[in-house]
């Protein structure tokens, strides 16, 4: 493909909106996560106090369970997804703004209920926002728009997150939660001129129907059961791995705590919105089944240079190219992976079947995650970044078992290609 057809795809409306949209699902994760933590250290409230408020978080694991509501119900101005969109991004604000004038010494309980507000609000956008992002963008755009989407969300994890933390301990934590109340207003111009999708679709008529109608649809498809399957398996050798680097960095190689957030956090950020990115653009040229093949290998095999730094020992560049490429890897598998989801999506149940995928996807992780530890005290960390990269084999050969059927998908929706 042309370069010129690449910046058509970038420039379009459709794929710019996303980076505000990204942007606004992105800010308030750390709001109620690491940051809060911070926040809550400097006032000398009790660790077990702080442990509990890990709890707020449940929302984003559950999202699903109220996904349907937002497929049915069609807010009276803005449209389906955009009006839910404002809706969730006022009431970010406003909570928000609401956390900083709250002492989290003096009244844990009243935090912890705004807190939930704010995961609760942060995880409706956030079934929206990719319902929004599933609906607008063409088969050809999905890969782009996923890029931008993604690198909107890491600035706003970064944001919320590390210039947070600095700016807090210059104007301190109530301006600073007050300033980011006031930065979530990005997400605004995605709701307010953000592009209406070109097919008119019918919201689910009643609850039973946004409730059963995704399942029913789904199952209907040829191959369900195995496309299921992929999603759990996919990501599992990139997030195996990751479920201890920061561990194997700190402990098995002895890099200390300032090398690891500046490396392995700053560099890791920069290369994952990269690779995205990059991911995206390629999708343009390769399609959604040579993009997943190619990039799941890349993703399984970055994971030897972790093997490799073990065998090495401590070693700064060995260290910034392991960082560097398991980040970009990581993030252009993620750019097809999600194009993938928002392909197995019917447009009038895209809330909820986006939802309910996106969430198996992690279950893999979540269930395997906890063996690591093991394999790690009885193998040590080369062997385990082996065993890492072998768990690449099952996604990748289940692929190859679904490549008519995902090239079947395509096909259906590339009458959607021309603008």
């Known amino acids: 493909m042309e370069a010129a057809s690449y910046f058509r795809v970038l420039k379009s409306r459709r794929i710019t909106i996303l980076l505000p949209i990204g942007f606004a699902s992105g800010l308030p994760l750390a709001l109620t996560g690491s940051t809060l933590q911070a926040l809550m250290t400097s006032y000398g409230v009790d660790i077990r106090t702080i442990g509990l408020f890990a709890l707020v978080g449940l929302p984003y694991t559950v999202k699903f369970l109220w996904s349907p509501f937002m497929d049915h119900l069609v807010p009276p101005y803005l449209g389906r997804r955009r009006g839910w969109m404002l809706l969730m991004q006022l ?102 001129f953000g592009p209406e999708p070109q097919q008119v679709v019918k919201p689910p008529l009643n609850l039973q129907d946004a409730v059963l109608g995704p399942l029913k649809d789904y199952f209907s498809r040829k191959s369900a059961l195995k496309i299921l399957l992929f999603i759990v398996l996919y990501k599992l050798s990139d997030a195996y791995a990751g479920s201890l680097s920061t561990a194997f960095l700190l402990k098995g190689m002895g890099f200390s705590a300032t090398e690891v957030g500046t490396i392995n956090k700053g560099l890791g950020l920069a290369s994952t919105i990269i690779g995205a990115m990059f ?119 289940l692929l190859l078992w679904l490549r008519s059927d995902i090239r079947d998908m395509v096909s259906a929706q590339e009458a959607d290609r021309v603008d």
Request: proline fraction near 2%; aromatic fraction near 8%; hydrophobic fraction near 55%.
């Open 279 to 397: 991911g995206g653009a390629l999708m343009i040229r390769l399609g959604l089944f040579k993009s997943l093949m190619l990039f799941g290998v890349l993703q399984g095999v970055a994971n030897l240079l972790f093997m490799a730094l073990a065998l090495i020992g401590k070693n700064y560049s060995m260290l910034i190219i392991t960082v560097a490429v398991e980040n970009l890897t990581s993030g252009m598998g993620t750019a097809s992976f999600v194009s993938f989801i928002m392909t197995l999506c019917n447009q009038r149940y895209s809330a909820t079947q986006y939802a309910l995928l996106s969430s198996l996807a992690a279950m893999g992780r979540i269930l395997i995650a906890p063996t690591s530890g093991l394999v790690v005290a009885t193998f040590g960390w080369a062997n385990f970044f082996i065993v890492a990269t072998l768990m690449a084999i099952p996604g990748l050969a």
């Open 91 to 192: 009431t970010l604000m406003l909570s928000i703004a609401v956390m900083a004038f709250i002492s989290p010494s003096k009244s844990p309980g009243l935090l912890a209920v705004i807190a939930l507000v704010v995961t609760l609000s942060s995880a409706s956008q956030d079934i929206v926002a990719d319902a929004y992002r599933t609906d607008i963008l063409k088969a050809h755009e999905r890969g782009m728009g996923t890029g931008v989407f993604i690198t909107g969300y890491r600035i706003a994890m970064l944001t919320s997150g590390a210039l947070a933390l600095v700016l807090s301990d210059n104007i301190g934590w109530q301006a600073t939660y007050l300033l980011m109340s006031g930065v979530m207003a990005v997400g605004l111009i995605g709701s307010f």
